[in-house]
């Protein structure tokens, strides 16, 4: 699988995973909508004391939006989330102690 699969995997992991001890003290949902050309895919990801849930729902504490590559960037450690929402790459609205939170579940980043 190459870097353009980075996205679906991320999701697929994170399904997998199940629970995160790194997140144990952190309660809230974060809705990832990532563009591909005109198609935008969304998923929202719920914590609840460090156990993951990838869904479909449209609301959440949280919201991202952002193209696939930079998505893919983020997953595989090549860049980090807060200094793509800094550069204006990322649109956040609500938590952002969660995106910051989140970032514990990227590679390379906030051991």
Known sequence: MG???ATSRFFADIAQRGHEPLLRNVEGSIRIDVRNGKRVEGRTLI???GALTVSDA???DCQVAMDRELFNRLVTGQT???AAVL???VIAKGSLELLIQFQRLLPGRMP
Do not use: F, L
Request: charged share 25%; glycine share 6%.
């Open 3 to 5: 870097v353009a699969d």
């Open 47 to 49: 914590i609840d004391h």
């Open 58 to 60: 449209p609301e959440a």
């Open 80 to 82: 980090s989330a807060i």
């Open 87 to 89: 550069r204006g790459a």
